[in-house]
């Protein structure tokens, strides 16, 4: 990223208006006459060949004829003549252009959109657009949109893919009292993408915390690889989540691989904090932008009303917080500011009796303890204490306390005073919130933020005993046939090239061929179907199971056959596999699709015939470490199933965990020929007796 061009299209020295109208109400006046109200320092050029002047400003007829510098040019004008401005603009020596004009890739005008982009690269200026509301900034005094204020100040930053969302979120700020220092339109993403604009915030010295409005990344990995570089928090609210998954999938991890979770996937492996929704973006970029992360898991709530001390406990372990008893040395301590029928235990139940002495006492103790890792404190309105005073008493408990490094969140409820003192909070710097729920969420995307920065590193290491060439081998030949789905049996081939643990089988086409291959592997036996048109061979009555003898062998062969035929007439039949039947164990599923926002990506969860019933599942992006594979087994919610039930031993996790490490290194190394794939379902022994494929299923890629 060029530094000097970024800030030229974002904090601009100087800015041309293209398009500037002199009739009020257009989008180009209404730029203008923003630039003008928001006091923007820098030198203002509006452009339109048929004015002279324009809101008191001189205006030009071209960017050429500006006999200043312009570092970013805010183009009103109609699509079909865009091009030629953007050439003007590169010949100005403009770094940026804003292309607020809508009409390109939106509408299917993707040839239009490519072609600004190639015309801006060739004089290295980037495209923020187009298909924006603009960019505003509160500490450049720069509105440069057509949103007709500056937020209420803050020190979040917000990059927003829809633009009347931006529009609203500006407006909201002064209700929510939740402000932003700048909030930047994205729209179509022809050229500045999430991952620029994270970059780019990152390093902007007037931006505590990155917020994220998306509705779909179009450069995925590049996202995931600049928040995980990125010192400063980053939320994401992602939109859209229910579409993505429905495209016909081949496999039962296409089928389950919806957007949502793969997000949910991306985000914690970039070190992105979610927010669940609007309201939840306002909250977690308040609390984000203004306090430290929660080193540890050591929660302590301090309240003056059981009910809300009950609900901020609730909202603790809902939040992935739970609350522990405090050590008897804070116990003994945070006794001397309540009543003897007042607990200390945790949640610190102060009582209704609670003054002004008692929260600061407290406070002060609590925060400066070191135990504590976050302190969440929750005030009910009473007869009895002023809102405004305990708010003051609070800030002051911080202050005095001499603690800078750990978070404080509060939850007001109660009136308009309370209202009042939150403001008054807010404006200090405090977080706070209606509600002990919010409160402890806030606290908990604190915690959430210092454990996933922790593993934003766990990469994949490389493999040993890779056999590529067989594995392109096998797939080359399924193509040569005309064939995008590999058999079971190449599948199995295919896995084997990656060292992955397959049950021995061998195709066979006759009766013959298969009693002497069960002989060779030893009984009891599986024989399936194989056939490119039979893709879920159970319900063809294409899979015999547990065959004990030769007679069996026979009597299944030609069982297995007959059904297929019956079952799809103009199936195309290689044959039929026999397989070393896996004993008993445990089943699991792990598969890949290679997703079109973040490529090759595993999902892992419990198996066989439930999968897509269940959906116990779980995804990561590839590559990652063995650690995030541990993450994989113990975050499902089958985890107990495989850690031993009911004085079952538990499953051989650490072989589950080889062997998702060992299939995310496969899909990469085959992600331009692999689409889809599943291992299912795969056997796993007692812990130190490892595991099986027992089914697999690659779907290739279309070429
Ligand atoms: N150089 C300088 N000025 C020019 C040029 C040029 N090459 N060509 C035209 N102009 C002038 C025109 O003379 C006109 O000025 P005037 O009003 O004083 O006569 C001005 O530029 C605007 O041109 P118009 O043809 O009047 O175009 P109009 O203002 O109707 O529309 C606009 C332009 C606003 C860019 C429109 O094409 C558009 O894209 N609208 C949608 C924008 C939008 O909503 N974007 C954000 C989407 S996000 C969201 O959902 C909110």
Known sequence: MNIEVMNGLLTPKSVAVVGASTKPGKIGHTVLMNLIDSNYAGGIFPINPKAEEILGLKCYPSVLDVPDQIDSAILTIPAKFVPDVVVQCGEKGIKGLNIITSGFSEVGKQELEHHIVELAHQYGMRILGPNIVGVLSNSDKFNGSFAPFLPLPGSGSL????????????AATYLRKVGFDKLISIGNM????????????????????????????????????????????????????SAHGAAAAASHTGSLAGAAKIYKAAFRQAGIIEAENLDNLFDRTLVLSLQPPMKGDNLLIITNGGGVGVLGTDAAEKFGVPLKYAPEDIQAELKKYMPPFGSAKNPVDLTGMADTDWYYGSVKYAIAHPWVDGLVVLYCETAMTDPQEIAQCI????????????????????????????????????????????????????????????????????????????????IKKARADGRNALTEIESKRVFEAYSLPVTRSELTTTKDEAVEVAEKFGFPIVMKIVSPDILHKSDAGGVVIDIQNVDGIRKAFNEIITNAKTYNTKANIHGVVVQEMAPWGTEVIIGSVNDRTFGPTVMFGLGGIFVEVLKDVTFRVAPFSKKQARQMISEIRGAPILAGVRGEKPCDREA??????????????????????????????????????????IILKKK
């Open 395 to 474: 800030k002051r408990a911080i202050k005095d306390s001499g603690v800078k490094d750990k978070p404080v969140t509060i939850s007001y409820v109660g009136g308009e005073k309370s209202e009042k003192a939150m403001h008054w909070l807010l404006k200090n710097g405090i977080p706070a919130y209606g509600a002990p729920d919010l409160a402890i969420n806030a606290m908990a995307a604190l915690n959430e933020y210092a454990k996933i920065k922790e593993a934003v590193n766990d990469l994949g290491e490389d493999i040993d005993n890779v056999d590529k060439q067989k594995a392109l081998e096998i």
């Open 190 to 241: 022809s050229d500045v993408n999430f991952s620029d604009t994270i970059e780019w915030l990152d390093q902007d010295e007037n931006t505590t915390c990155i917020s994220l409005y998306i509705e779909g990344f179009k450069d995925g990995r590049k996202v995931i690889e600049a928040a995980r570089k990125a010192k400063k928090p980053i939320i994401g609210l992602k939109a859209g989540v």
């Open 159 to 170: 990059v927003s893919q829809s633009g009347a969302l931006l529009i609203g979120i500006d």
């Open 656 to 697: 589950i965990a080889n062997i998702i490490c060992k299939y995310a290194f496969m899909i990469i190394d085959l992600q331009d020929e692999i689409s889809e794939s599943d291992a299912n379902p795969v056997v796993v022994y007692e812990e130190g007796n490892g595991l099986k494929v027992v089914d697999a299923r």
